[in-house]
């Protein structure tokens, strides 16, 4: 690939002088590599700016690798002390670093792989397709790629998301629109008419003579409809078979474990503030949250930005399944600290809505992900939410924060993002 960084005892070094022709040449490493987002293209004023700067976020610094707290969930199930410890084991967890490992979670690592491979074939579909409005008909703008408003490298992100809102999820599923279309035909032109037909005493030798007609007519159809996505897969230099072996039932599945688990632990967590059991419940509803699938393509420069830029979740809290790539990081008493993975557990983190209900005493931690030069990584993100008319108002008194609706905190960071390049965040709400 294009851009050229040289080692240097500071780390990755642009040359600048070789940044022209390598355009070029981008061009046609990107025509070869369709699935990539043309990175370089859209972002080379930024890069070419900064190969000038002095200062650049520097992301590789020999950083200290951390195992987060680990928290068992089967001993939730062993008995009322054991049960007892195990929550609040979570709840200093969340005081202390925000973030917590669980395992025996009772998502299966069958599901977690199936996942894995799911987002694999989303992302390894052509970017003309996956930047499409409707690609796997979800929302607009549910593919990202890189920042679209990124100024500096600093708040460039080297990666491609998809984000899929859980009430988005049963429109992805081509197939059930296959079939739906088939029951409803056979519902309406078949089943009914032949219901219809018996009951007014139709001649019983025209009515498989009629099924018979539609069921012709319903399978041409099918075919024909087959016949044109397979034509538009074509065209984009589809494989066909990865499309037709899409799935995702697979990303519903996972996406209704998460949220059972989200729901949970959220739950766990408010016994130790005295915050009403059926708070979530009452707030959140599954299409509230979201599933985000994250991929990180090798970077030529991961000394000079990021995989995702520091943030934090906007939700109650997140669940993240990773691989074993690692690079997530979180900021500790003030250091970056490396999150080391474990093949067997999830990784959970406390979000923005989740610190103003509990008054400031769990913590929604900044992290953010590094960037890799060699290997590519996947991650998936759970956030969360409540519904967007809910009011967050801390549980204890006197509050921190202002109380505010997940609207109005989507619009101030909306706003606050076109401003500033940053979401601002919960400082936003502080009384
Ligand atoms: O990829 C990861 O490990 C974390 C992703 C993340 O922080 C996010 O999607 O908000
Ligand atoms: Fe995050």
């Known amino acids: 690939m294009s851009l050229h960084c040289q080692k240097s005892a500071k780390g990755d070094k642009m040359n600048t002088h070789k940044f022209k022709a390598d355009i070029h040449q981008d061009r046609e490493d990107s025509e070869a590599m369709a699935i990539e987002p043309p990175f370089f293209e859209k972002y080379k004023a930024i890069l070419q700016s900064s190969a000038n700067e002095k200062e650049k976020p520097s992301t590789v610094e020999g950083f200290e690798e951390l195992e987060l707290p680990l928290i068992d969930l089967s001993h939730l199930n062993l008995g009322p002390l054991e049960r007892q410890e195990c929550i609040e084991k ?16 009772a998502v299966p690592d069958e599901l977690l792989n199936r996942l894995k491979q799911e987002q694999i074939k989303v992302f390894q579909q052509p970017f003309d397709k996956k930047s499409e409005n409707n690609f796997l008909n979800l929302s607009v ?66 009515a498989p003579c009629c099924c018979l007609r539609h069921l012709i007519s319903v399978t041409v159809a099918c075919l024909t409809q087959c016949a044109f996505e397979f034509a538009s897969d074509r065209q984009h230099g589809l494989n066909f078979n990865l499309i037709r072996q899409h799935d995702p039932s697979t990303i519903e599945e996972y996406a209704e474990k998460a949220n059972f688990l989200a729901q949970r632990l959220a739950e766990y967590l408010a016994q130790n503030l005295g915050i009403k059991a059926n708070y979530f419940q009452e707030n959140c509803s599954p299409s509230s949250s979201s599933l985000r699938m994250n991929r990180y393509p090798p970077c030529p420069c991961p000394s000079m930005m990021f995989g995702i830029i520091p943030h934090t979740d906007t939700d109650f809290l997140t669940i993240v399944s990773q ?51 060699e290997t590519e990584r996947y991650s998936a993100a759970y956030f969360y939410c409540p519904t967007y008319e809910t009011v967050i108002e801390s549980c204890s008194k006197p509050s921190l924060y202002k109380k505010f609706s997940f609207k109005e905190y989507r619009e101030q960071i909306q706003k606050d993002v076109k401003a500033t390049g940053d979401k601002v965040g919960l400082s936003r709400f502080l009384l």
């Open 90 to 105: 979570m709840g200093q967890a969340a005081i202390e670093w925000g973030f917590f490992q669980i395992v025996n979670h």
């Open 141 to 206: 703008q549910s593919y990202r790629w890189g920042n679209p408003l990124a100024t500096s490298l600093r708040n460039l992100s080297w990666s491609e998301a998809l984000h899929i809102s859980l009430k988005d999820i049963s429109k992805m599923d081509e197939y059930n629109k296959l079939r739906y279309f088939f029951s409803l035909y056979y519902l309406y032109y078949i089943i009914f008419p032949t219901i219809v037909g018996l009951h007014y005493q139709m001649p019983s030798a025209m």
């Open 323 to 373: 691989d074993q790539v690692g690079g997530l990081q979180l900021k500790r008493n003030g250091r970056w600290v490396s999150v080391k993975p474990n093949p067997k557990a999830l990784v959970v983190n406390i979000g923005d809505f989740y610190q103003a209900l509990s008054n400031g005493v769990y913590k929604s931690i900044t992290h953010r992900v590094i960037a890799n030069q």
